[in-house]
């Protein structure tokens, strides 16, 4: 199974901003939905934002609703997760995934998607 590369993360103070990608090789990249997950330390995998394939409709959680934007660059077979007036409690590990079905757009649950990779540390001090 192909898996994406994250990058991005970081450390970065309270307001600051961060921008990850997930790149995954493959042809298939312009079918699928695509999302990201975090986990924080000691708590499940939280839905954060997931994106179309061609695209254009997005949905986001709500705690992350308004600082946030998920983009893709089809040509680049890469997703971006651009991440605005960040808070400690955004403090994660970052995945990507892509959705298990063709086409459409993913929904929050993590069992709906596949392809997980090992994912990008987003530390935010206050």
């Known amino acids: 199974q192909v898996q994406p590369v994250e990058s991005g993360g970081g450390l970065v103070q309270a307001g600051g901003s961060l921008r990850l990608s997930c790149t995954r090789s493959?042809?298939?990249?312009?079918?699928?939905?695509m999302g990201w997950f975090r986990q924080a330390p000691g708590k499940e995998h939280e839905f954060v934002a997931a994106?179309?394939?061609?695209?254009?409709?997005?949905y986001y959680a709500d705690s992350v609703k308004g600082r946030f934007t998920i983009s893709r660059d089809n040509a680049k077979s890469t997703v971006y997760l651009q991440m605005n007036n960040l808070k400690p409690e955004d403090t994660a590990v970052y995945y990507c995934?892509?959705?298990?079905?063709?086409w459409g757009m993913g929904g929050p649950q993590s069992d709906e998607y596949t392809g997980w990779g090992q994912g990008t540390q987003v530390t935010v001090s206050s």
């Open positions: 995934a892509r959705r298990r079905s063709l």
């Open positions: 493959g042809r298939t990249f312009s079918s699928y939905g």
């Open positions: 994106v179309s394939p061609s695209g254009d409709s997005t």
